[in-house]
C-alpha cells in the first residue's frame, strides 16, 4: 500500500512539474481534439473549486485523512483494499503537497490541475487517483471483501459455525 501510495503522489507531483513548465495558465491546448484537453489553472477549493474561502480547513481535513490512511495500513490485509488505500492515501498526499508547499503561502496553497474533460471541472492525477480509489472501495464494499483480508473459513468437521 505505501509502495503503491508513493508512486501515485511521485508520478502527480511529475505531472504537475511538467504542466507548470509547459502550459499557461487558462489557455485549453487540444490533446485529444475536444475529449481531453490541458489546461493549467490554480484552485483553492476542494473537488469543484468548492470551499475556496476554507483552503486551511481543507489542508487540515486532507491532513487528517493522510494519517488515518497510515494508521489503517498496518491493518490492512486485502490486497484490493490496498490498492484503493494506496491509491487514495497517494492522491490525498499529492494535493497535500500543494496545499502545503505551493503559493501563496503554507496551509494555503492551490492545486496544480491540467486535465480537461468536456463538461467537467479540470483535475489532474491525484484527483483521478482518489476517484479510482472511491470506486474501488464501493466495490469491495459490495464484493463484501473485508478490510482485513478474507476471513477464513471456520466451518468445523460437524457442519457448524464459528465466528
Same mark, same amino acid.
Given at each position: 500500500?505505501?509502495?503503491?501510495?508513493?508512486? @501515485?503522489?511521485?508520478?502527480?507531483? %511529475?505531472?504537475?512539474?511538467?504542466?507548470?513548465? +509547459?502550459?499557461?495558465?487558462? #489557455?485549453? #491546448?487540444? =490533446?485529444?481534439?475536444? $475529449?481531453?484537453?490541458?489546461?493549467? @489553472?490554480?484552485?483553492?477549493?476542494?473537488?469543484?473549486?468548492?470551499?475556496?474561502? =476554507?483552503?486551511?480547513?481543507?489542508?487540515?481535513?486532507?491532513?487528517?485523512?493522510?494519517?488515518?490512511?497510515?494508521? %489503517?495500513?498496518?491493518?490492512?490485509?486485502? +490486497?484490493?483494499?490496498?490498492?484503493?488505500?494506496?491509491? $487514495?492515501?497517494?492522491?490525498?498526499?499529492?494535493?497535500?503537497?500543494? +496545499? $502545503?508547499?505551493?503559493?501563496?503561502?503554507?496551509?494555503?496553497?492551490?492545486?496544480?490541475?491540467? $486535465?480537461?474533460?468536456?463538461?467537467?471541472? *479540470?483535475?489532474?492525477? %491525484?484527483?483521478? =487517483?482518489?476517484?479510482?480509489?472511491?470506486?474501488?472501495? *464501493?466495490?469491495? %464494499?459490495?464484493?463484501?471483501?473485508?478490510?482485513?483480508?478474507?476471513?477464513?473459513?471456520?466451518?468445523? #468437521? #460437524?457442519?457448524?459455525?464459528?465466528?
Amino acid at each position: 500500500m505505501l509502495v503503491l501510495a508513493a508512486a @501515485v503522489w511521485a508520478l502527480d507531483q %511529475a505531472t504537475k512539474q511538467w504542466a507548470l513548465g +509547459r502550459f499557461t495558465p487558462g #489557455e485549453a #491546448e487540444p =490533446f485529444l481534439g475536444r $475529449l481531453l484537453q490541458f489546461t493549467l @489553472v490554480f484552485n483553492p477549493g476542494a473537488a469543484f473549486s468548492m470551499g475556496t474561502a =476554507f483552503t486551511p480547513v481543507i489542508t487540515v481535513i486532507m491532513a487528517a485523512v493522510g494519517i488515518g490512511l497510515l494508521v %489503517a495500513s498496518t491493518r490492512v490485509g486485502s +490486497r484490493w483494499w490496498a490498492m484503493s488505500a494506496g491509491f $487514495l492515501l497517494g492522491g490525498a498526499l499529492g494535493n497535500l503537497t500543494d +496545499r $502545503l508547499f505551493r503559493p501563496p503561502g503554507f496551509a494555503h496553497g492551490h492545486v496544480v490541475d491540467f $486535465l480537461m474533460l468536456p463538461d467537467f471541472p *479540470v483535475f489532474n492525477v %491525484a484527483d483521478s =487517483f482518489i476517484t479510482t480509489a472511491a470506486v474501488c472501495i *464501493v466495490l469491495a %464494499a459490495i464484493k463484501d471483501i473485508p478490510f482485513g483480508g478474507r476471513a477464513a473459513d471456520t466451518t468445523t #468437521e #460437524e457442519g457448524d459455525h464459528r465466528g
